[in-house]
């Protein structure tokens, strides 16, 4: 009889012993997924609104970059909310200031996410090379956002944290 009480105690401390190790791991793996979830726009800016202006304006490696202190114009992109992914681009050039705004998309699953910017209202000089009311950024590691339309023979415009 003492064989089997102990025999039942073993098979019962090594049955419990793999519940709880799964209980662990899964516990982790929600509390991973789970925080991931609650970043939301958080992975991207620490607050909010959040201001990105234009650094760098380039055309391709033939004709040199045109850095900040260069470019004939003020160029901010705002991110409003976290909550509503809303954005508003102001261009001020000649003193004369020209606001425009949408809401974002975030593309988490390229090896570099990609803001996609929709707009709302008019806009002239959206920078795509198509005839769509969408933009499309690079979000680098470096914390900067590229808007590229060179393979359209456009701009690449580089912007960087305010």
């Known amino acids: 009889m003492p064989f089997k009480s102990n025999y039942r105690s073993n098979f019962h401390h090594s049955y419990m012993s793999r519940i709880?190790?799964?209980?662990?791991l899964f516990i982790s793996f929600i509390r991973c997924t789970t925080n991931d979830d609650q970043?939301?726009?958080t992975f991207f800016f620490n607050s909010y609104p959040f201001t990105y202006e234009l650094k760098k304006i380039s055309f391709g490696?033939?004709?040199?970059?045109?850095?900040?202190?260069?470019?004939?114009?003020?160029?901010t992109i705002s991110f409003d909310s976290p909550d509503t992914f809303t954005f508003s681009t102001?261009?001020?050039k000649d003193n004369s200031?020209?606001?425009?705004?949408g809401t974002?998309?975030?593309d988490r699953q390229q090896k570099e996410p990609r803001?996609?910017?929709?707009?709302t209202t008019p806009k002239t000089n959206i920078r795509n090379c198509s005839n769509s009311h969408t933009e499309v950024a690079l979000f680098k590691s470096d914390r900067t956002l590229l808007i590229s339309t060179l393979l359209c023979d456009g701009p690449e415009c580089l912007y960087g944290p305010e």
């Open 20 to 24: 709880f190790i799964i209980l662990v």
């Open 115 to 119: 803001i996609a910017f929709t707009y």
């Open 39 to 41: 970043e939301g726009n």
């Open 90 to 92: 102001t261009t001020v």
């Open 61 to 75: 490696s033939t004709v040199p970059a045109l850095e900040k202190g260069s470019l004939d114009r003020n160029e």
């Open 97 to 101: 200031p020209r606001s425009f705004n």
């Open 104 to 106: 974002y998309v975030i």
